[in-house]
């Protein structure tokens, strides 16, 4: 079964800095891995999908790759604002099937 | 731009009572689910649905719940008599193909007292 985790759990950063968040997954015959967005009590908010073909993805600040041999996903948030804070939540998919996510990161971007 | 869209946002319920929580999905939308979040804990899969009927359930999805598209547009999931260890945040979510991108509503907060 797909088991997904994330570190750091939390951070804290400085407004204006580049950060990364990382996934990993340890099937690594995924077909997609989605990366989500989560605001307290709120709901997921779609980033970034990256399917198994692809090793990155790229929204506006946001990028995101994908290395399926190591079982490792990276989130890259360049120039950081405070809206940002959030929690940010990978998910991949389990055999095809649904998606199993991690614990997640909380950031916090300090102005 | 075409959303998830759940109600109530917020339901609270005595133990042993049924609830049922509703999602419209996005309308072109062929797959569907509902996953749940314990406060504090991580993201859950309960079911998919596909073509009119399940397509997979997780362990957490017992005889106590079942999921309905009573028309075309509605998705409802159903607990037949809530506990209290049901109380969570419900999300629906829906994609094209079971491999796209999973679009996920904004939550139902069920509350069981």
């Known amino acids: 079964k797909q088991e997904v985790t994330q570190i750091p759990a939390a951070l804290s950063v400085p407004e204006g800095e580049n950060l990364v968040l990382n996934c990993s997954f340890t099937?690594?015959?995924?077909?997609?891995l989605q990366w989500f967005r989560q605001d307290p009590g709120k709901g997921l908010t779609s980033l970034l999908l990256?399917?198994?073909?692809?090793r990155e993805q790229t929204s506006g600040r946001l990028n995101a790759s994908l290395d399926k041999s190591s079982g490792r996903s990276t989130l890259y948030i360049a120039a950081s604002q405070p809206g940002d804070s959030a929690t940010y939540l990978c998910?991949?998919?389990?055999?095809?099937?649904?998606?199993?996510f991690g614990p997640g990161t909380r950031l916090s971007v300090l102005p | 731009e075409p959303e998830v869209t759940q109600t109530p946002s917020h339901q609270v319920t005595q133990m042993g009572q049924e609830v049922i929580l509703r999602c419209v999905p996005i309308?072109?939308?062929?797959?569907f689910y509902w996953y749940r979040q314990i406060l504090g804990q991580k993201v859950e899969f309960l079911v998919s649905?596909?073509?009119?009927?399940?397509?997979?359930k997780s362990e957490i999805f017992d005889d106590q719940f079942s999921v309905e598209r009573p028309d075309g547009s509605n998705f409802t999931l159903k607990i037949r008599s809530t506990k209290l260890e049901d109380s969570a945040m419900y999300f629906c979510?829906?994609?094209?193909?079971?491999?796209?991108?999973?679009?996920f509503g904004q939550g139902t907060r069920l509350t069981v007292v």
């Open positions: 998910a991949a998919d389990n055999y095809g099937q649904n998606f199993v």
């Open positions: 979510a829906s994609n094209l193909r079971g491999l796209d991108e999973a679009f």
């Open positions: 990256i399917q198994s073909s692809q």
């Open positions: 649905f596909y073509n009119n009927e399940i397509s997979e």
């Open positions: 309308s072109n939308h062929l797959y």
């Open positions: 099937d690594s015959a995924i077909y997609n």
